[in-house]
């Protein structure tokens, strides 16, 4: 009996765990093919994104843990009709790749990686030299659940995937501001394939998990 005890405890944690590990994927994007980029009506009015006060946050995970980090964006503009986006598109500085949860040599190490600046490991993830720029573009705007989600083209290593995420919008005075929910994308459709499970079946407990958590912060400027 105390056997039989011990061994649904034992049963039990593990499922708990394995669950822990899991996690719950947040606004998860089905990325599809590349759509046509959305034109703004001749009345929007155009905002010129301020890289400075903009930025996109991210999070990767594994079995042991995560690593969370930011991203800068090079430039950008939307076109907007009564506060709301109508067209526009941002470019992603892959060469801004920062560790926020890390220091010294650890974080240093984990950079350069992400970045493929080692020989060897160019293609594990970003390779920002053959790739140093990401692009989003806006292709439509839809409601959902009472969420508005903003549609459109992202494209990473020369791959661009049609995704969707929840984001609002908001303009006071010259200035509009744009903020999205968490939401996640799976890396392996922009071929970021090091160490995927998905990808290779032979890894054990050493993978890492194909969801990226993303959220963007942009503030543009009436132009």
């Known amino acids: 009996m105390k056997i039989r005890f011990a061994s649904t405890l034992i049963i039990t944690a593990l499922l708990i765990t394995a669950y822990s590990c899991k996690g719950e994927k947040q606004n998860e994007t089905e990325a599809s093919s590349a759509e046509e980029v959305k ?15 903009s930025s996109i946050n991210w999070t990767g995970s594994k079995l042991t843990g995560k690593h969370s980090g930011t991203l800068s964006l090079a430039s950008g503009t939307f076109e907007a ?17 920062n560790v926020t949860d890390l220091e010294g040599d650890d974080k240093t190490d984990l950079e350069g990686h992400l970045k493929g600046e080692k020989e060897g490991t160019e293609d594990h ?6 790739f140093p720029k990401g692009v989003f573009e806006v292709t439509g705007i839809s409601e959902k659940e009472g969420k508005t989600y903003i549609e459109g083209n992202l494209t990473l290593k020369d791959i661009k995937k049609n995704i969707s995420f929840p984001a609002t919008t908001s303009v006071e005075g010259d200035v509009m501001t744009l903020n999205t929910e968490i939401f996640t994308i799976n890396r392996t459709d922009w071929s970021v394939n090091y160490a995927s499970k998905s990808v290779f079946g032979d890894l054990g407990d050493k993978f890492i998990n194909d969801e990226i958590e993303i959220k963007i912060s942009i503030k543009a400027n009436k132009s």
Request: proline share 3%; no cysteine.
């Open 39 to 53: 034109e703004a009506p001749v009345e929007a009015i155009m905002y010129n994104v301020d890289v400075a006060s």
């Open 81 to 97: 009709k009564e506060g709301t986006v109508m067209s526009g598109s941002f470019i992603i500085d892959m060469t801004s790749i």
């Open 125 to 130: 993830f970003f390779n920002v030299a053959k």
